[in-house]
């Protein structure tokens, strides 16, 4: 059934006072902003970025227009300074009609409005770009080099694979990723990103390739429009020019030229699947159902409520009980209280009521974890402060005056009367790789990656960030906490993005798998990690190649009997491949070659083939 959940950051679901006048089927389109050039182009000291162009309708579309990203041959990156080497290499994205602008039906006044409108934004991006943009919101930063976006690719099979791709592996590796659709007009921050989801699929030793766009309430309609008119979270809506920004929304808003309502989210960031649904994730909106087609490919089926039964956003990493099969989840609010909510539902699909969790402001809540009995929630210095923007900061604030926290949950709790808070000062984990109970000494232990600045992500600063790998424990009789590196200041390196064995989630142990982010922010190989000793063993992807998340599949008995697969990049070649390393003895087993570049991006699973084979 449809959904009427909202979203967490903004609602328009406003009346339009316009809706019953008469309507026109004439070809309409957005005024085209005023660019810099008539390249439409974003130029980098990494890259020249060529997104699709922002079309106007004609009497004779084109039936199938191509557009085309130029792409670097090679870059060389240093703490401080950039250089690229540029040559006419080629994407080739056969983008289909519907980026073409629709024949909107508004009425005159609407049309009068949505001129009105554009020339507001018009001004607005005028005055935007008299002024620097920091890093963390500059495009030509943020999605740079092999962080740039690519065209969507139908399944390729038959891949080419040097080694040999282990009998075990038997189903789909998909990772979802940040792929912005159309060229930012203004601020952009690498997370902001319409959704994009890799897949290759494994059948009988061979491989397949495909990537697709998460077809979100939000790209479908500015695909419809033929530009972005959605505001971006991070990059944009800081200081006044994002009030402006969310200002203009609301206008078009209630005038009925975008809708919110059916979420604002890009589901770029998790992927989960459960009770037979694959669903693409952001925090701030409800999942996507995404299905694998037999062959390898991917298609969205939409916005999933789980059956009507979820009426607020879900973060991007709920977490799945291996030995219960229940899904445990977050869902956190910026506007109004309850600012945060956990729920579970059980193997079936079936949803809890909500546990309403007291907080006093709205919190960063992206990550959480779990153990055998409880829930472990972080509350830590990252806050949203919309109020910040009304004298030009960002909404997203460090609070130096704020102790972060823990809060100790039964999973099963019908409210939040016996959740027991613990603090742990100057501790901002983004990423909660698992956490177990120790009864003898009635503690938890969480492990995460205890990062410094707490905001560097969010925020532009001097200082280098840090990603410390940590064991925090919260002891449930004193209600003190303590807090250790694991690994010794020799060997200390950032490590973010990973996991461990998730048939081992929420109980002890003694392997993490973790992106080495070095040279930050690219990966340069991944960690295994023995967190009981503190020993790393590390794989390095080779020179000038780079990586993102190692997902571990598992396979047998022992914790760390299993294989982990990486999306690598050569930089040096511009040529990406999937390499599966045997996590025993860090040994590659096999390469497969990938028909197209995958850029960085976020977080993964593995769907065996005895799986896919009950997919809804």
């Known amino acids: 059934m449809p959904s009427t959940a909202s979203n967490t950051f903004f609602n328009t679901t406003l009346p339009s006072p316009f809706k019953d006048l008469p309507s026109t089927s004439s070809p309409i389109t957005l005024l085209p902003l005023k660019k810099r050039s008539s390249s439409n182009t974003i130029t980098s000291s990494l890259q020249t970025l060529h997104f699709p162009k922002q079309y106007h309708p004609t009497s004779t579309p084109t039936p199938t227009p191509t557009t085309t990203i130029p792409t ?8 401080t300074s950039t250089t690229t080497t540029t040559t006419p290499s080629r994407e080739t994205n056969p983008l289909s009609a519907t ?23 018009t001004a607005l991006v005028s005055h935007e770009r008299k002024h620097p943009l920091p890093k963390t919101a500059d495009p030509r930063v943020q999605i740079a080099g092999n962080f740039a976006p690519v065209p969507e690719h139908a399944a390729d099979q038959g891949l080419p694979v040097v080694g040999k791709i282990p009998k075990c592996i038997d189903g789909v590796y998909v990772r979802n990723g940040a792929n912005p659709l159309y060229e930012p007009v203004a601020g952009h921050h690498f997370f902001d990103g319409d959704g994009m989801v890799h897949a290759v699929k494994f059948t009988n030793g061979s491989a397949s390739y495909s990537c697709r766009f998460t077809e979100t309430q939000r790209l479908t309609q500015e695909k419809s429009l033929g530009r972005p008119v959605f505001p971006k979270a991070i990059g944009e809506l800081h200081g006044h020019s994002g009030i402006a920004r969310l200002l203009l929304f609301y206008a078009r808003g209630l005038f009925g030229l975008v809708d919110g309502s059916h979420g604002m989210g890009v589901a770029n960031a998790g992927l989960v699947y459960f009770n037979n649904h694959l669903l693409a994730m952001s925090e701030d909106d409800l999942p996507y159902h995404v299905r694998i087609t037999p062959n390898g490919d991917l298609s969205t089926v939409g ?5 009507g039964q979820l009426n607020s956003t879900m973060i991007a990493h709920p977490k799945l009980d291996p030995v219960h099969g229940d899904l445990h989840a977050l869902s956190y609010d910026v506007i109004q209280k309850p600012y945060l909510k956990y729920f579970r539902f059980s193997p079936d699909g079936v949803k809890s009521p909500d546990v309403e969790i007291p907080l006093k402001e709205p919190t960063m809540m992206h990550d959480f974890a779990i153990t055998e009995n409880f829930v472990v929630v972080p509350d830590q210095q990252v806050v949203f402060k919309l109020t910040e923007m009304i004298t030009g900061g960002s909404p ?4 130096k005056n704020k102790t972060s926290r823990f809060g100790i949950l039964d999973k099963n709790a019908k409210d939040a009367n016996a959740m027991r808070w613990i603090d742990a000062p100057d501790c901002f984990c983004f ?21 410094t600045p707490a905001d560097s992500i969010f925020n532009e600063c001097d200082e280098s960030l840090k990603s410390v790998l940590s064991e925090i ?3 449930l009789r ?8 694991i690994i010794s200041d020799a060997e200390q390196v950032n490590l973010e993005a990973g996991m461990v064995n998730r048939n081992k989630l929420g109980r002890k142990t003694q392997f993490a798998y973790l992106a080495l982010a070095e040279p930050w922010p690219k990966v340069s190989g991944f960690a295994k990690v023995d967190l009981l000793s503190g020993e790393v063993k590390k794989y390095m992807y080779g020179e000038e190649k780079f990586g993102g998340e190692p997902l571990f599949l598992p396979n047998g008995q022992e914790e760390d009997d299993g294989y982990i697969l990486a999306f690598v990049h050569d930089e040096k070649e511009w040529k990406s491949e999937l390499q599966i390393v045997n996590a025993k003895n860090l040994k590659l087993e096999a390469s497969i070659k990938l028909p197209s570049r995958v850029p960085y991006g976020f977080h993964g699973t593995f769907i065996h083939s005895k799986d896919l084979r009950k997919q809804a």
């Open 478 to 485: 004193t209600g003190q906490s303590t807090r250790r590196p």
């Open 99 to 121: 980026n073409q602008p629709l024949p909107q039906k508004w009425n005159f006044l609407q049309k009068a409005a949505a001129t009105a409108l554009d020339l507001v934004e």
């Open 303 to 307: 916005r999933y409520d789980f059956n």
């Open 431 to 451: 990423h909660l790789w698992n956490a177990w109970e120790e009864p003898e000494t009635d503690e938890v232990v969480v492990i995460g990656s205890c990062m």
């Open 72 to 79: 670097p041959i090679k870059t060389t990156s240093t703490s």
């Open 396 to 399: 997203v604030v460090y609070d």
């Open 473 to 475: 424990r919260l002891n």
